[in-house]
């Protein structure tokens, strides 16, 4: 029996997804909640042998970082990260707290239910961070650091201060993500970027 636990602030989807898991022979729902700081104390309590966690949940607090808590604190403990938000870097962020798996929220009952138990078995799913027919997965940190600031609409002399480094080098960085990206402009890929969900820009 594999033994859940469900973090997700979405009081239906947080129902429903334990009527799904709990209709399953071979599945269980040891504990459900809408906060991530709480799932902590209860993972400690319970010893589930999965965690099922947002991202975003109640009180804006981090299921990344609560999954990071949760790996390092029982490596053997699966944890799969799940979102609503098309965010390119939250699938980085997963794979950087330790995250054995990550899903799209609006993937199939069948689809979520084969995921756990997939990694139990110890194999891991990532989506791929798919730009129309071009990915962004052969970014690294500071290129999508760049492309998110662009979203942004920083200038290049913002991004090279935020950044620290020369505008020379913020010019080549940007030369080196459109040849990998295939696109002619880095203006048009930042609103291909945001316009499909890849990057959710901090406009404040």
């Avoid at 699966?78 to 794979?95: L, Y």
């Avoid at 027919?133 to 200038?155: G, Q």
């Amino acid at each position: 029996m594999i033994r859940i636990v469900l973090v997700e602030d979405q009081t239906m989807l947080r129902e429903s997804l334990a009527i799904a898991i709990d209709s399953q022979d071979d599945m269980q729902t040891v504990s459900s909640l809408s906060r991530a700081t709480e799932a902590l104390d209860v993972v400690a309590r319970v010893q589930p042998d999965l965690v099922l966690m947002d991202v975003c949940t109640e009180d804006d607090a981090s299921g990344i970082a609560a999954a990071a808590h949760i790996k390092r604190t029982y490596p053997g403990m699966r944890v799969i990260v799940m979102t609503g938000v098309p965010e390119i870097t939250f699938i980085e962020q997963a794979h950087a707290a330790g995250a054995d798996s990550f899903v799209y929220k609006n993937v199939g009952t069948t689809e979520l239910l084969s995921i756990i138990r997939s990694t139990m078995e110890g194999y891991s799913t990532f989506p791929a961070a798919q730009l129309g027919d071009r990915t962004l997965e052969s970014l690294d940190e500071e290129e999508i650091s760049i492309l998110r600031l662009v979203c942004e609409n920083k200038s290049r002399r913002e991004i090279a201060d935020e950044l620290y480094m020369s505008e020379g080098t913020v010019k080549r960085r940007i030369s080196t993500i459109l040849s990998k990206t295939g696109y002619d402009s880095i203006m048009k890929l930042a609103v291909h970027a945001v316009s499909d969900g890849y990057i959710v820009p901090n406009l404040k």
